[in-house]
C-alpha cells in the first residue's frame, strides 16, 4: 500500500496539553468518575484478554496501562509527544504487565495492519478533529485496523458541556466564557480565545445523533451510546462525595443506572458509541479510499 497522508499536530493542542496533567486530572474530581466509569464501560463490554487493544489517543495511559494490568495485549498512540513519553514511564513501572507499544501518530493514519486488533478505543480523538471529514476518516481507520466483530468505543464531549459547567462552577461571570458557550451551543465547535486553559482547547462537541451518524458512515454497526459521568460530574461537592467511599458506589450507581437513559446522555460531559466492525468487507461506499500504511 501507499504512504500515509501526514497530519500536522495543531500548536493550540500541544500548549494544552503541555499546561495540564492529563493523567493526573483523571485520579481526582470528575475525572476520577470519568475513569471508572469509562473502565467499567469496557469491562463489561470488551472480549476477554488475551485480546489485542488500540488505545488511540491513549493520552499518558491512564486506560491503556489498566487494560495491560488486566492482560491484553495494548497499543498506545497519541499525537502529543508529552503524552507518548508518560505513557512509555508507567508502563515501564509495572515490568510485569508492559504495553505491547506506545508510539507518537495520528488516528487519522494508523500505522497498523487491517484486521489487527479486538479492540479499538478512541477516548479523544474525535473530538480533537473539529472537522467532520476527519472525524470519518479516523473512525474508518479504526473499522480497518479491527478484526471483523471487533469492538469500538468512541468517545465524545456533550454538546451541551461547557453551558452546565459554567452553570456549576459560576463561570458565567466572564463573557469571554459566555462567547465559547454560545458557539459550542451553535454548531458544536469549541473555541478558546482566551489563555485560560481549563476552558479547554480546539474542539468539536457533539450531539448524541451526531456521534452515532458518524459511526454508521464510517461502516460500522451501531449498538449504543451510554453516557460516561452521568449528571453527577456537576456536584459542587463532588471531591467530597467522591472522597466518601459509601457516597462514591452510590454515585458509580447512579451513573451506571442513568448510562442509557436517552434524557439524560446529553447532560454528561462525555459519552461512549459502543459498535462492532461487520463480518463483510469494506463499505462499498469508502472502497475506494486513499491508500494506507500497512505496516
Known sequence: M????????PLELLS?????DEYR???????????????????????APPATVLDVGGGPGAHACWLAREGYRVHLLDPVPLHVEQAQQASAA???FPLASARVGDARALPYRDAVAEVALLLGPLYHLPEREARIRA???AWRALKP???????AISRFASILDGLARGLFADSQFARIVERDLADGQHRNPTDHPEYFTTAFFHRVEELEAEVREAG????????????AWMLQDFQAQWEDVARRERLLWA????????TIVGASAHFLALARRSAGGRPEAWAGGPPRENG
Not at 25 to 36: C, I
Open 2 to 9: 501507499g504512504k500515509s497522508r501526514k497530519h500536522e499536530v
Open 16 to 20: 494544552h496539553y503541555g499546561q495540564r
Open 25 to 47: 486530572r483523571l485520579d481526582s474530581g470528575p475525572g476520577a468518575l470519568e475513569r471508572v466509569r469509562t473502565q467499567d464501560i469496557i469491562r463489561r463490554h470488551a472480549p
Open 94 to 96: 509495572q515490568p510485569e
Open 139 to 141: 473512525l474508518r481507520e
Open 149 to 155: 466483530g471487533g469492538m469500538l468505543l468512541v468517545a
Open 220 to 231: 460500522f454497526e451501531f449498538e449504543a451510546t451510554l453516557a460516561v459521568e452521568g449528571p
Open 255 to 262: 451513573a451506571r443506572m442513568l448510562e442509557d437513559e436517552p
